[in-house]
């Protein structure tokens, strides 16, 4: 498969800045929902890189450093637990997305973007479904945004160690619905994600 397939493409119709856009976190009940974009160098080759989903932790802590040392550039976004349930996970995902964007320091031009629904941007762009396997720099950007969510949940975990964010993340796993029935909803919780709790 050639990950640079829809970087080529883009830059053949004369982009010359292709960033990547994917986010992570867009399920747990709670922490922010990360976006990442990334611009790589046309027919980069970085050993292992892949959707982040397929990856170990340890790989993608790993990868994260190379995709950083490889890249033209890259930018980190986030929407907080108030922003998903004012807007809708979907909404705040795609305002994660413009801020990853926003936050590049050399200016892209296109975008390709995982999934199906393509966020309102500044740029043009497409999406690309399953982008994380087929493109490489949306495998970059899924890695960016998933070990960053990951650490900033590993720190939510030194604030709260009763509820086990190190190890779940935030998502809705059995014991984080205990804790919260025995501890109660934190402020990094989404509430609209708990609507039904009385029902778990």
């Not at 029935?181 to 990094?188: E, T």
Request: proline share 4%; net charge neutral; charged share 30%.
């Amino acid at each position: 498969m050639d990950r640079f397939l829809h970087q080529r493409q883009a830059e053949g119709q004369g982009f010359a800045m292709v960033c990547g856009i994917d986010e992570a976190g867009r399920g747990p009940l709670a922490g922010p929902v990360c976006a990442a974009a990334v611009i790589l160098p046309l027919d980069c080759e970085i050993d292992g890189l892949d959707d982040s989903k397929k990856l170990s932790e340890l790989k993608r802590e790993e990868l994260f450093d190379v995709v950083i040392e490889k890249a033209i550039s890259y930018g980190i976004g986030w929407a907080s637990e108030r922003e998903i349930d004012e807007h809708n996970i979907l909404q705040a995902t795609f305002l994660a997305m413009r801020r990853a964007l926003e936050a590049i320091q050399v200016t892209a031009d296109y975008a390709l973007v995982d999934g199906n629904r393509m966020p309102l941007l500044s740029i043009p762009g497409e999406t690309i479904v399953k982008g994380d396997s087929k493109c490489a720099c949306i495998a970059a950007a899924s890695i960016l945004a998933k070990v960053s969510r990951d650490r900033l949940l590993r720190e939510l975990d030194k604030q709260y160690p009763e509820y086990g964010f190190a190890k779940h993340k935030g998502y809705g796993t059995k014991s984080h619905y205990e804790t919260i029935k025995k501890h109660g909803i934190l402020p990094v919780h989404r509430k609209s994600f708990l609507k039904n709790l009385h029902e778990k």
